[in-house]
Structure formats: C-alpha cells, structure tokens
C-alpha cells in the first residue's frame, strides 16, 4: 500500500513537472520570438541559424531547470499548506471512527494567509467536543437505566423466592406480593418515562393545542394526590384566580404539575406544608409550587434536570430521576419558563411562567 502512495506521488509530482514545463515554454518561446522580431525591426540585427540554436538550447536549458525549481517549491508548499493539514484531519477522524472523541487539531501554519483549513479544524473540535459529550451522556444513560432496572428486578427476584417458602404466613405473603407489585409499578413508570422522554427529545410527539382552565388543571392534578398527602399530615395551601385560560398542550402540561406535585410531597417531611399558588399578568400564567422540604443545594440545583440525577438519594426509592427532565424538556417545547429557588433545610419553590396568548409547537 505504501509504495503504491508512493508511485502514485511521484506521478503526480511528475505531472506537476510537465505542466509548468509547458506553461514556461509557452510563455518564454512567446518572449523570444517577440524580443528577436523587435531586435529584428529596431536594430536590424539578422540572426542566423547557428545563433538561434544555440539561443534555443540554452533556453531550453533555463526552462528545465526553472521547471524543475517551480516543481520543487510547489511539493514544499502543498506539502505544508495542504498534505500536512489534510493528514491531520484525516488522521483525527480516523481515531474518531474507533471511538476516541477526545481527540483535538492544532491550527495550522498559514503560509498564503489563508484561513480555510483553520475554519475546518475549528469545526471538527467542535463536533468532537459534541459527540464527546454525547458519548458522556449516552454511556451514563446506559449506565443509569441499567442501574434502575436492576433495582427493581433484584427486589422482585428476592421477594419472589421468599415467597416459595411453605412455611410462610398470610401477612407476609401478602406483605412480599405488595413489594412485587410496588416494584414492578416502579418499573413500568420507569419504561415510560424513558420512551416518554425519548419521544420528546426525538421531537415524535406533536403538541396538541387547545385553550382551557388552568386553575382546574391544576387543582384536579393536585386533588390526585390527596390519599398521599393525608398519608403524611401535610398542609395543603391554596390561592388560586378564577378564570385564567391558557392555550398550550393539556396533556403535557399535566405531566409538569403531577411530577412537581409528587417531588413537593416526596421532600416534605410529616406535617409538613404544600403551597400552589397561581396569578396571571396580562399576557402570562404563573404557577408557583412551594414546599416546606429538605430543600436543593447549589450543586444539586446545577444538575436537578439532568436525567436520572436524584440529589436526595434518601428517597431514591420513590422516584427514577426522569420527573424533572421531563418537566424541562416540555416546558421547553411549549415555549414556557421554569424556575427554582431554594433553601437547604426550609424547602423549594417551583415557578413556571406561561405564555396565555399560546404554547410552542415542535
């Protein structure tokens, strides 16, 4: 292979010599014959025979050599201004295709001032810096759904060999039966939020739109949880106006109050405190869900939409870290705004800002 390259170089480096050979036999034959009739005409010098060939030989000679200079200098600088940036590239996509993302170019020297192949170079660390993320992303992805459904799986497997025992009694059968059943609730809305956040990523969910009342939406939504907050004695604190209609996807907005429902619950110790609260401006829906939690720190602030990110591992039985990034994915495509303040130790409070005169679409 390599002395096939090479053959095929010396072709072309051989090319390369024959054209600039006849472009400066061309262009110095021209010259002569113009200086030899205007010495004819001007000066009425008559040349003769021996003295044009030896004129012609000689300049044959030059134009060799002067070939053979213009050939030489143009390898060096295709070779510094071309082969080397085009072999770097080339060289960086190669470890791209195997894997290695990481890989980096060094801008090139630019001999002609030129910024072609610097542009190019810039856009492929670019691209790398990209997939090297996505390939973060994509192997933590993998990394966290197996972890979550190993969990689930485990607990089933155990509960289900416990089960065989003869022995066992009708409260913990039931007992173990309940832990399956929980589990594989676990797992179901595990499979669905994970297509549910893949469809939207993929942008395979069209928005449908149409105008209806908010603060029913909301309250509905909040009265799905009442078994569970009574559960745990929380107060449940409303002030919500009348007549505040919006105009977005009713389904998708559903999923936002239930998971930011369930994650002020979850937060909230016994006899805790939930707040909704929902006002309008005179273009703008503002929800606001409060809660009297553990609250979020900085760090866990900077990652709480990340998928499976869960800050308070404490409840990580309770959930799969896919609730907020479904919140944010979808406020993001129906052209709304979210925002977070909390305290460590006095709780969070959830703002979600929407646009009355109508959602985004895909």
């Given amino acids: 292979m390599k002395k096939r390259l090479n053959f095929a170089g010396v072709l072309k480096s051989i090319h390369h010599y024959v054209v600039f050979f006849l472009l400066m036999a061309f262009i110095t034959t021209c010259c002569m ?56 590239i080339t060289d960086a996509a190669q470890q791209m295709m195997q894997g290695d993302f990481s890989v980096r170019i060094s801008p090139v020297y630019k001999m002609d001032g030129e910024d072609g192949f610097n542009k190019i170079i810039d856009c492929f660390n670019k691209m790398a810096e990209e997939l090297s993320g996505t390939e973060t992303l994509r192997t933590d992805f993998i990394a966290n759904v197996s972890h979550e459904l190993k969990t689930p799986l485990a607990v089933m497997q155990n509960y289900a060999t416990m089960l065989q025992a003869p022995e066992l009694s009708r409260e913990k059968r039931v007992e173990y039966a309940k832990a399956i059943t929980d589990a594989s609730r676990r797992l179901a ?53 009348d007549g505040i209609y919006i105009k977005t996807d009713q389904d ?40 009297t939690g553990c609250g979020i ?8 939409f ?12 309770q959930g799969n870290g896919l609730g907020l990034a479904l919140v944010k994915r979808i406020i993001d495509i129906t052209g709304s705004d979210i925002f977070v303040e909390s305290e460590v130790g006095k709780g969070t409070t959830f703002t979600v800002k929407i646009r009355r005169t109508g959602g985004g679409e895909i």
């Fill in 252 to 291: 998708m907005m559903t999923l936002v109050w239930n998971n930011l429902f369930s994650n002020a619950i979850k937060f909230t110790e016994n006899d805790g405190k939930i707040s909704l609260r929902l006002t309008t401006t005179e273009d703008t829906a503002i929800v606001q869900v409060s809660d």
């Fill in 33 to 88: 014959m113009l200086f030899i009739q205007t010495m004819t005409h001007t000066m009425g010098i008559t040349l003769t025979e021996e003295n044009i060939a030896i004129a012609a030989k000689l300049t044959f000679g030059n134009v060799l050599l002067l070939s053979f200079i213009a050939t030489v200098i143009d390898i060096v600088r295709r070779k510094i201004t071309v082969s080397r940036p085009v072999k770097k």
């Fill in 297 to 304: 720190s900085r760090e866990v602030g900077a990652h709480m």
């Fill in 189 to 241: 809305d595990l499979i669905s939020n994970i297509l549910k956040l893949n469809k939207l990523e993929n942008q395979q969910i069209l928005l449908s739109i149409t105008t209806y009342d908010l603060g029913e939406q909301l309250c509905e939504c909040l009265l799905g949880f009442e078994d569970v907050w009574e559960k745990k004695n929380l107060e449940i604190e409303t002030e919500i106006e």
């Fill in 306 to 317: 990340d998928k499976f990110y869960q800050g308070d591992t404490s409840h990580a039985t």
